[in-house]
């Protein structure tokens, strides 16, 4: 089988041929003729899983009718063993024709690339080819690859580790991929002169625009030869040397001597070595981001150096400090990734560009909130609290409706979190609630305040509560802006996973399908969210057991760390490493034959287990479960409270619009009329106008007239006082005038006044109280509304066009008052609509105009008597 069996064939899960005799066709087996035919099958089937060309397709499936005329022809002069392996043949060409469909109807896998931004691999294109490979600072490392090509599919997980294993050489040496499947990128391949795939060409910093770059004629297939070879392709660099690459050949005991005297740096690290060891090299690449060290690689022949410091094992690693003193590096072995580990972690080795460490006194005095100390070594459960509160109040809420898949991304999560999560009672109580009510929602879309409402206990269930605000502990960070919610999340998850296996679920990939399910529809971090769905899409179906979903998401938050290392997310307290560090898990960690570091993944998996055990979370720093839950109730009967004075102030302001809009709009109907006078019999006749006297006589001073809502009339049958609304002018008797201009401040005040009348005479009659007049506070209705408490005087002056105002609402028009004089019928209809003050500047500027027109007078007639003696003269 080729390296595409997993298409077709016995990996496919197809059933083994049956040979006569019972016997099934096996590689490898005696049956090498039909082993030979069914390879040829396979050789085109991998051809037809790698190609999308049409013209290729067609081919193939000439070539595959060929091949089934032969076999026909064979057919004849066969015997009874050749007839069964026919019937054979023709399952696996309707295989191969089933291939061709699939790579028909979905070419875009294959035009997508093998390569992401993810992979630390600069993607180049015919807009940034030249950018990057002309006259560039840094060393290029270039593959030209198809992505139908087999053999590239095959290269491309290789190249992707070599980029992750090289990251820190970055200012040195760059790695870069182009798709010359891609039709835009034709012509680009062509002008370097690609004919076949992969291909590796090498860059050299400051290449002209005419290079084509140097060949790698039979590149090596593994990590080790690739970065070895890229070394080799460094040190034959001619001038002008790459700015960024540090110096690769051996050093000298005279270049030592003198070292601090031109270098200002804190460290001195010398790595002895054989002269074919790559070592050195390495990890003075490694280091090459990272300030106040600075790598030197001895070889074993410098006698000089060798004696002073005594170095007997090559390789061995020492520092080396001004004035001759030294010291031997204390690893667990004498290999790359442990020499690099721990130069990267001395006092005072920062990431160039990154501000050092900061120590914790100062942290407490800048940061937002105190300083936690805590165990680096332990989960808390502060953390994981503050994740749920943060993605359930915070991320979801982002989502006013959540409908389609992220309302089943979100019954997922929370059915995931209330199954393992290892919380304390009542946090496990309220996420039951809140999974038991999202399973029960039957529509396709749900609003989020309805989620919240759950997730707040609104309905007050007994010891079910989530603990509100954030409270980082093992999470914090040196900043505000750093680690923290991200920290929880990956912690959450952990935790998860583990709990899954400790609990013996049945789902090995349950937790791990959720989670990629919230990250996809809620985390904040797009680019995250998409970086990702692409490792999931990689490797997610290759877990099967709950061990192997532990590990695939311990081997993914590496691959994380790895790629943000250096980043700005970075908090320079808690530097991405690759977790568990050799302090903490020794026996995690080893190198191969090859000296590339290794995981021992059977000591990696019990140590996860117990790091993120329910049993080893420590639950310092949290609040009382007592505290939670009387915040919860004190918070619920704050917003009872708002509801209920939200809804009084809205009902409130309806009746206080309805009032104000009735006496401007147009007279009620004659039925409403009818309805608002039986209305005031009724209350007549109940309380005998007592009540409404007393009122008016507690408010409005005393006064013998009867109150607004009162009305003579009454008492007359309603055909009268049909009749008595109607409009006549006999005897041109003068009525009362109505008012066109109105005073808006007078109204609102009136009107309310008269309001206030009303609730005072719904209460029959008011204890008089024994304060002075002036001392009494304001009514509470008044100062609700805002409105100033009226004069005694003011109130004199405005009871009259009170109880007109009222009794117009009654019937419609203004009756006359037979206690209103003439002259204050007259008086009246002058001062409608205007202030005391506005008839005062009209008295004023009438008398001046009155001086005026004196002084004209007396003047001009002066002129005429002067005029006139003058013409008398002789």
């Known amino acids: 089988?080729?390296?595409?069996?997993?298409?077709?064939?016995?990996?496919?899960?197809?059933?083994?041929?049956?040979?006569?005799?019972?016997?099934?066709?096996?590689?490898?087996?005696?049956?090498?003729?039909?082993?030979?035919?069914?390879?040829?099958?396979?050789?085109?089937?991998?051809?037809?899983?790698?190609?999308?060309?049409?013209?290729?397709?067609?081919?193939?499936?000439?070539?595959?009718?060929?091949?089934?005329?032969?076999?026909?022809?064979?057919?004849?002069?066969?015997?009874?063993?050749?007839?069964?392996?026919?019937?054979?043949?023709?399952?696996?060409?309707?295989?191969?024709?089933?291939?061709?469909?699939?790579?028909?109807?979905?070419?875009?896998?294959?035009?997508?690339?093998?390569?992401?931004?993810?992979?630390?691999?600069?993607?180049l294109t015919p807009e940034n080819v030249d950018s990057v490979l002309v006259n560039s600072s840094a060393a290029v490392f270039v593959e030209f690859y198809a992505s139908w090509c087999g053999h590239c599919i095959a290269f491309s997980p290789i190249f992707k580790s070599l980029a992750r294993d090289i990251k820190e050489w970055k200012p040195a040496v760059d790695l870069a991929a182009m798709d010359c499947a891609a039709e835009e990128n034709r012509k680009v391949c062509i002008s370097y002169g690609i004919r076949g795939y992969p291909s590796i060409k090498f860059f050299h910093a400051y290449s002209k625009a005419d290079s084509e770059g140097e060949d790698f004629a039979g590149f090596p297939r593994d990590v080790q030869g690739l970065r070895r070879s890229i070394i080799d392709k460094l040190e034959t660099h001619k001038e002008p040397w790459a700015p960024a690459c540090p110096p690769l050949e051996p050093t000298s005991q005279a270049e030592i001597d003198s070292f601090f005297d031109t270098n200002n740096v804190q460290h001195l690290a010398l790595i002895f070595e054989e002269a074919k060891s790559y070592i050195g090299r390495e990890v003075t690449l490694d280091l090459l981001q990272f300030e106040n060290i600075a790598v030197r690689r001895v070889l074993n022949t410098e006698e000089g150096l060798v004696a002073r410091l005594g170095v007997t094992e090559f390789p061995s690693c020492y520092l080396y400090y001004p004035g001759g003193n030294f010291t031997r590096l204390s690893v667990k072995i004498e290999a790359r990734s442990f020499y690099s580990y721990a130069l990267q972690r001395l006092p005072g080795v920062v990431r160039s560009g990154k501000p050092p460490p900061v120590s914790t006194p100062v942290l407490t005095g800048n940061s937002e909130e105190p300083w936690r100390p805590f165990n680096r070594s332990r989960v808390y459960m502060a953390d994981l609290e503050s994740a749920l509160h943060y993605s359930l109040r915070v991320e979801v809420a982002a989502h006013t409706v959540v409908k389609g898949e992220a309302l089943i991304s979100l019954k997922k999560y929370v059915a995931v979190l209330a199954k393992y999560f290892p919380g304390r009672p009542v946090v496990r109580n309220l996420l039951k609630s809140v999974d038991s009510w999202l399973q029960n929602q039957t529509r396709d879309e749900i609003s989020y305040e309805a989620f919240k409402d759950i997730l707040d206990n609104s309905a007050q269930s007994p010891d079910a509560a989530l603990p509100e605000g954030v409270r980082w502990v093992g999470c914090q960070g040196s900043q505000p802006h750093l680690r923290r919610y991200p920290c929880g999340v990956w912690t959450l998850f952990h935790v998860l996973t583990v709990q899954a296996k400790n609990t013996r679920g049945t789902d090995p990939k349950e937790v791990l399908m959720a989670m990629r399910n919230y990250v996809h529809s809620f985390f904040g971090c797009r680019s995250c969210a998409e970086h990702f769905e692409n490792m999931a899409m990689e490797s997610l179906m290759e877990v099967d057991t709950f061990s192997s979903a532990v590990l695939w998401l311990w081997s993914r938050h590496n691959l994380v760390n790895n790629r943000l290392a250096g980043a700005l997310s970075e908090d320079p307290n808690f530097p991405k490493i690759q977790w568990p560090s050799p302090e903490m898990c020794p026996a995690c960690h080893a190198v191969k034959a090859n000296g590339d570091h290794s995981w021992i993944q059977k000591e990696v998996l019990p140590f996860v287990l117990s790091y993120f055990s329910s049993s080893s979370i420590l639950t310092d720093y949290l609040e009382d479960e007592s505290q939670v839950l009387a915040k919860q109730r004190e918070k619920h009967g704050r917003q009872q409270v708002a509801v209920a004075a939200q809804k009084r102030v809205e009902r409130e302001t309806k009746e206080t619009s309805e009032h104000v809009m009735r006496p401007l709009t147009s007279q009620p109907a004659e039925e409403d009329q009818e309805e608002l006078l039986d209305e005031a019999v009724a209350d007549d006749e109940e309380e005998g106008g007592e009540g409404a006297a007393a009122a008016a006589d507690e408010l409005g001073g005393k006064t013998s007239e009867p109150t607004p809502w009162v009305k003579p009339e009454i008492k007359v049958d309603r055909g009268r006082w049909r009749a008595h609304r109607k409009p006549s002018i006999v005897g041109m008797r003068m009525r009362d005038v109505q008012e066109d201009i109105v005073d808006l401040d007078s109204f609102v005040n009136q009107h309310y006044k008269a309001k206030v009348l009303q609730v005072a005479s719904s209460s029959r009659v008011k204890p008089r109280t024994l304060q002075r007049k002036e001392e009494q506070e304001p009514d509470p209705g008044l100062r609700m509304l805002g409105l100033q408490p009226l004069d005694a005087d003011f109130e004199l002056d405005i009871g009259q066009q009170r109880k007109r105002l009222q009794k117009r609402e009654l019937t419609g028009q203004y009756t006359s008052d037979e206690e209103l004089s003439?002259?204050?019928?007259?008086?009246?209809?002058?001062?409608?609509?205007?202030?005391?003050?506005?008839?005062?500047?009209?008295?004023?500027?009438?008398?001046?105009?009155?001086?005026?027109?004196?002084?004209?007078?007396?003047?001009?007639?002066n002129r005429l008597r002067l005029r006139r003696a003058k013409l008398a003269l002789p």
Not at 47 to 64: E, G, I, M, N, V
Not at 822 to 842: N, Q, T
Request: proline content about 3%; some cysteine; aromatic content about 10%.
């Open 822 to 861: 003439h002259r204050g019928r007259w008086m009246s209809v002058l001062s409608i609509g205007f202030s005391k003050v506005d008839i005062s500047l009209c008295v004023v500027l009438y008398f001046l105009s009155s001086m005026c027109l004196l002084a004209m007078y007396l003047f001009f007639k």
């Open 1 to 123: 089988m080729g390296d595409w069996g997993c298409c077709f064939g016995w990996n496919a899960g197809f059933r083994e041929p049956e040979l006569p005799g019972g016997r099934t066709l096996k590689p490898g087996g005696a049956d090498t003729r039909w082993e030979e035919k069914l390879c040829e099958v396979d050789s085109e089937v991998e051809s037809c899983c790698a190609h999308t060309d049409l013209l290729l397709l067609l081919h193939l499936l000439h070539l595959l009718q060929l091949q089934q005329q032969k076999m026909a022809r064979r057919c004849g002069r066969a015997t009874s063993r050749l007839t069964e392996e026919i019937q054979i043949f023709p399952r696996k060409s309707a295989a191969s024709a089933v291939c061709l469909c699939l790579c028909l109807l979905f070419p875009s896998a294959a035009e997508a690339g093998l390569y992401t931004a993810t992979d630390q691999i600069v993607l």
